[in-house]
């Protein structure tokens, strides 16, 4: 399954974007001492989540012939990138996954893996906008809630790219979802540091195995590069109306 999924996110990614797979198990993979020592005192399951995660990162960094070095943790627990790169780490039950480049290409990136199955129907009101739920009580009934499900995967693959640039923790009302297809544009409804009301980002489904997964990347500023087979590019204005929302919890890897 790891093989399945690293061969469908690898075949629609540019080549200097690095992919890696793991499974969590409770053998942990090799650690440097300093990201032993950060997690010395979580529970067997975070410190399954962790090796992971670094492990799946590493064999992306590789994959771009970048050496391994350790990769930490904030106090708010996002990964602490080597200098010269950056990625994103997702998990979802026993499957983890890591997308990796360097910041000369890409200025950030994001990833979330979700099972590909509805959505819990309590959580839609939760998830989704006005618009969205409205978007999705005109879709067939039997789609409903794995269309919900796409939203909420492509909002946490939106988070998870933009938090690097903003340090913001929003709402899920905080930006907008229109799914296209096996793409997304997510629209942001209120401004948070480096991005304005209206601006949008654009993101991919890979769609492997029994798992969902939604890619995002924001271009270098230092670098001009090829788009990612999605139209409009990463980065557009458009007009919406601002609305605010308390924060929801950062789900960092």
Request: hydrophobic share 40%.
């Amino acid at each position: 399954m790891s093989g399945d999924i690293k061969a469908a996110l690898s075949a629609g990614l540019p080549q200097d974007i690095g992919v890696g797979v793991t499974r969590v198990s409770p053998r942990n993979e090799a650690l440097f001492l300093q990201e032993m020592a950060f997690i010395k005192n979580a529970v067997p399951s975070r410190q399954q989540e962790f090796s992971a995660g670094r492990a799946a990162a590493r064999i992306a960094m590789k994959q771009l012939g970048l050496s391994p070095k350790p990769i930490l943790a904030g106090a708010d627990r996002a990964p602490v990138w080597p200098d010269g790169v950056i990625g994103s780490i997702s998990h979802h039950d026993k499957t983890c996954v890591a997308v990796v480049s360097a910041d000369n290409q890409w200025r950030a990136l994001g990833i979330d893996i979700e099972p590909d199955a509805p959505l819990d129907p309590d959580l839609v009101c939760e998830v989704c906008t006005t618009e969205e739920q409205n978007w999705l009580a005109q879709q067939p009934k039997d789609q409903r809630l794995r269309l919900a499900r796409m939203i909420f995967c492509a909002k946490e693959c939106t988070y998870k790219c933009q938090y690097p640039l903003s340090q913001t923790l929003f709402g899920f009302d905080a930006i907008e979802i229109s799914l296209k297809a096996n793409s997304f544009v997510a629209t942001f409804l209120q401004p948070v540091p480096l991005f304005e009301t209206g601006q949008t980002l654009n993101g991919e489904f890979t769609f492997a195995g029994q798992h969902m997964i939604a890619f995002m990347a924001i271009p270098s500023q230092k670098a001009k590069t090829q788009a990612i087979s999605m139209e409009p590019p990463y980065l557009r204005q458009e007009g919406r109306a601002s609305q605010t929302h308390e924060s929801w919890k950062a789900i960092q890897q």
